[in-house]
């Protein structure tokens, strides 16, 4: 559906996208992640075709943005960051507006428009001017203007900042709805929303490429680096003998004397499972268990980490 | 294309825009209608709408940048430039599109104004051939600054400041004569050549004498078009450099 191939931005001195290649494959949505700043914006507007790319290159079915942009953008439905909505304009008349600059043909103006109201529950503002409307309908209008026309690709920029929570739950049907028949891309600085909605994510910080995988592994790779913190009361020697007998564990990362007698062992596993395995160790080699919890780092750190790992490297790569 | 001239068209009429500005327009070519025509009885000059164009062409010119203050500015200011830049439309088609539609808008101006003309043909002569000439030139001079407008508006974010920039380029257009005048630019008359050759208003005269050169139709056009030219490339070297 869509190849971003090597797409590099600068602006002036600064380079706001370094050399992001990704793919988003057809019925799919990806979620596009990262903090504030970090390109977010600027990649989806090169691939809408509003911003030239410095290098690289963007297909859009089939069609390279660049040269044979008219083609490119038939395919596809933007909504920005601000939507772009005319205040002194009715919303159907700005959905008719908004179909005739997209070359929807003439005979097919009017279905495209009711189809597209009806979707998003927007039959009964059709009269209302938008400057009267609230905020989450004028991004319910935004995304009305982004389906018009049927595009195979849609690209939401941040849609649901600024709306109430059950906005935002309505919002994310529509979306997953979307999914099923559209490529779609998500942009988004929150983890939750993303994860909520998409089948795999990008995630990119000051412009480069973080990672490219599905929310699954993203979560595997939360729960291997889980961490099991066992506080225990009594001889600390014998303990650690008894955890290294235990099979299923990667090793112990760090004991903590706590100065009252009890110690605690911050232990890495294989898995979760081995907990019951380390209880009955203890037991079976006297040793008090004052306390038994596992550390587990959300999608939300795993995100951190990796946005983290690429600002200290980037940092040691000037040094 | 046509969706975007038609929606240009209904900003401008479905809100007051187009209907104060034309009375602003109507207003002041009243008052130098009223004025010729009360002079009259003092002077031995015979009234003329050419002569009334041309003296008060002062007064006409600063219309032109409030008609094309918002024409880029609102769009981009309200966001709605992204839409326009990512729809199939190519940028010539978008700068087009909104120059024709104010360009219709002067249009329902010039229309409205030919009240006075027929109504002075009913009591007394209308030089017919004189007065199309007038207002032939006076369009062509209206298109040549419309597109200098849309260029300054599509330079700034806020529709005040491309407004007030216009008006100032459009003193300056006024100026050129005077400047012409000077005893130095005449006396050099290189200089003095370019400077005329620039002044629209000395353009103006010879079609309110009847006038028709090819060389004053040339003028306008090929100003009007290098300007629009501008305009597409401006936009585009905004994309590439924009922050």
């Known amino acids: 559906m869509v190849e971003v191939k090597n797409l590099t931005k600068h602006y002036g001195h600064v380079t706001a996208v370094n050399d992001l290649s990704f793919e988003i494959r057809d019925n799919e949505i990806l979620g596009f992640l990262g903090p504030n700043g970090a390109g977010k914006s600027t990649t989806m507007n090169i691939i809408?075709?509003?911003?030239?790319?410095?290098?690289?290159?963007?297909?859009?079915?089939?069609?390279?943005?660049?040269?044979?942009?008219?083609?490119?953008?038939?395919?596809?439905?933007?909504?920005p960051e601000i939507p772009p909505l005319y205040p002194d304009m009715r919303v159907e008349e700005y959905l008719r507006y908004c179909a005739g600059i997209k070359g929807v043909k003439r005979a097919n103006i009017k279905k495209e428009i009711e189809r597209a109201m009806e979707r998003l529950q927007l039959t009964d503002m059709r009269r209302r001017l938008i400057a009267n409307l609230s905020k989450g309908y004028k991004q319910r209008v935004g995304l009305a203007q982004a389906?018009?026309?049927?595009?195979?690709?849609?690209?939401?920029?941040?849609?649901?900042?600024?709306?109430?929570?059950?906005?935002?739950s309505e919002l994310r049907n529509f979306i997953r709805e979307l999914g099923k028949d559209h490529s779609v891309i998500l942009s988004s600085h929150i983890l939750g929303e993303i994860s909520a909605v998409?089948?795999?994510?990008?995630?990119?910080?000051?412009?480069?490429l973080c990672a490219v995988d599905t929310i699954e592994n993203l979560e595997r790779k939360a729960t291997d680096a889980a961490v099991l913190n066992l506080t225990i009361e009594g001889d600390q020697l014998a303990a650690s003998f008894a955890i290294?007998?235990?099979s299923g564990i990667k090793e112990v990362k760090d004991i903590i004397d706590m100065g009252d007698g009890t110690f605690i062992f911050k232990i890495a596993l294989e898995d979760e499972k081995v907990r019951q395995t380390i209880m009955s160790a203890m037991v079976a080699n006297g040793i008090n268990v004052v306390e038994m919890s596992m550390d587990k780092p959300d999608l939300e750190k795993v995100f951190l980490d990796l946005t983290r790992k690429k600002r200290s490297r980037s940092k040691s790569d000037k040094k | 294309m046509f969706s975007l001239y038609k929606k240009e068209i209904q900003s401008f009429f479905y809100s007051p825009f187009a209907y104060v500005l034309s009375a602003l327009f109507m207003l002041i070519y009243g008052f130098a209608f009223v004025t010729r025509i009360a002079q009259m009885e003092t002077s031995v000059f015979q009234f003329s709408f050419p002569d009334m164009f041309y003296n008060h062409f002062f007064y006409f010119i600063f219309i032109i940048p409030l008609l094309t203050m918002r024409s880029f500015a609102d769009e981009r200011r309200g966001g709605t430039e992204v839409q326009l830049l990512t729809s199939p439309l190519t940028v010539p088609q978008i700068v087009l599109a909104k120059f024709f539609s104010i360009v219709t808008v002067f249009l329902f101006m010039l229309v409205l104004s030919l009240f006075f003309p027929i109504y002075i043909s009913q009591h007394g002569t209308v030089i017919w051939p004189s007065l199309i000439c007038s207002y032939l030139s006076f369009f062509l001079w209206g298109t040549a600054c419309i597109s200098i407008g849309m260029l300054l508006s599509s330079m700034q974010s806020s529709s005040i400041i491309a407004a007030i920039i216009g008006e100032i380029i459009m003193e300056g257009f006024l100026a050129l004569d005077?400047?012409?005048?000077?005893?130095?630019?005449?006396?050099?008359?290189?200089i003095n050549s370019v400077v005329t050759w620039f002044s629209m208003q000395r353009r103006f005269l010879f079609f309110a004498q009847g006038m028709f050169r090819l060389e004053d139709l040339v003028f306008f056009l090929s100003l009007t078009v290098m300007v629009l030219f501008w305009i597409i490339l401006h936009i585009e070297k905004r994309r590439r450099t924009q922050n």
């Open chain 1, 48 to 79: 809408a075709g509003y911003l030239p790319s410095s290098e690289g290159t963007v297909t859009v079915c089939g069609h390279d943005i660049k040269e044979d942009a008219r083609a490119a953008k038939k395919c596809i439905g933007y909504l």
């Open chain 1, 147 to 168: 389906i018009i026309g049927d595009p195979e690709l849609l690209i939401l920029d941040e849609p649901t900042v600024g709306l109430d929570p059950s906005q935002v």
């Open chain 1, 198 to 208: 998409c089948n795999r994510v990008v995630i990119i910080n000051k412009g480069e």
């Open chain 1, 244 to 246: 290294d007998g235990i």
């Open chain 2, 178 to 190: 005077q400047l012409a005048a000077t005893k130095w630019i005449e006396s050099n008359p290189k």
